[in-house]
T-cell receptor, first 112, second 115 residues
Framework: DAGVTQSPTHLIKTRGQQVTLRCSPI?????VSWYQQVLGQGPQFIFQ???????GRGNFPDRFSARQFPNYSSELNVNALLLGDSALYLC???????????FGPGTRLTVT | AQKITQTQPGMFVQEKEAVTLDCTYD???????LFWYKQPSSGEMIFLIY??????QNATEGRYSLNFQKARKSANLVISASQLGDSAMYFC????????????FGTGTSLTVIP
């Protein structure tokens, strides 16, 4: 069975630009969460979606938005990119309970 | 508020020896889950082991075991018979019933296995 997939793998953007990151969860998983991991730190929660509804939002500015599609895949959008947005963006899927989340390989975003 | 603390930025262990990675947590949630993830240099977070707050026995998964001491609010990871491939970052994480599906991660411990 395929795991969580994310695209693209790497991305280089300029300050002020907008970026869209994509995630496909494990088959059968209805919950997708997004995390930002800055170099040297643990992942920080951005969003969680379950059955296409936002179920949680971390302490991130409104420049960050996300959505989940009927097939449970998800997109994370970041507008007006700042240098500080450079990070590894991780997507995780779960069945929606309190069980473990399974992470994708991440998208490494560099803002110059 | 939920908080995970990992006080060991870096650890070294001899190949084939056991090592313990420390994790303490703070939560007001009566029900919660504790998790350990491994992150190799490639970046992907790999799930290792899970402990529920009401589980009576410590969790074990192959060479990984979780030393859960609820009164001390600690959830240390024990890796037995270390292998060179165990060299990676290790993150402790928690999820509480009242905080839904949000995971809170510690700052991680870098483990290096020495041949």
């Amino acid at each position: 069975d395929a795991g969580v997939t994310q695209s693209p793998t790497h991305l280089i953007k300029t300050r002020g630009q907008q970026v869209t990151l994509r995630c496909s969860p494990i088959s059968g998983h209805k919950s997708v969460s997004w995390y930002q991991q800055v170099l040297g730190q643990g992942p920080q929660f951005i969003f969680q979606y379950y059955e296409k509804e936002e179920r949680g939002r971390g302490n991130f500015p409104d420049r960050f938005s996300a959505r989940q599609f009927p097939n449970y895949s998800s997109e994370l959008n970041v507008n007006a990119l700042l240098l500080g947005d450079s990070a590894l963006y991780l997507c995780a899927s779960s069945d929606g309970g309190l069980n473990e989340q399974y992470f994708g390989p991440g998208t490494r975003l560099t803002v110059t | 508020a939920q908080k995970i603390t990992q006080t060991q930025p870096g650890m070294f262990v001899q190949e084939k020896e056991a090592v313990t990675l420390d994790c303490t947590y703070d939560t007001s949630d009566p029900s919660y889950g504790l998790f350990w993830y491994k992150q190799p240099s490639s970046g992907e977070m790999i799930f290792l082991i899970y402990q529920g707050s009401y589980d009576q026995q410590n969790a074990t998964e192959g060479r990984y075991s979780l030393n859960f001491q609820k009164a001390r609010k600690s959830a240390n990871l024990v890796i037995s018979a270390s292998q060179l491939g165990d060299s990676a970052m290790y993150f402790c994480a928690m999820r509480g019933w009242n905080t839904g599906n949000q995971f809170y991660f510690g700052t991680g411990t870098s483990l290096t296995v020495i041949p």
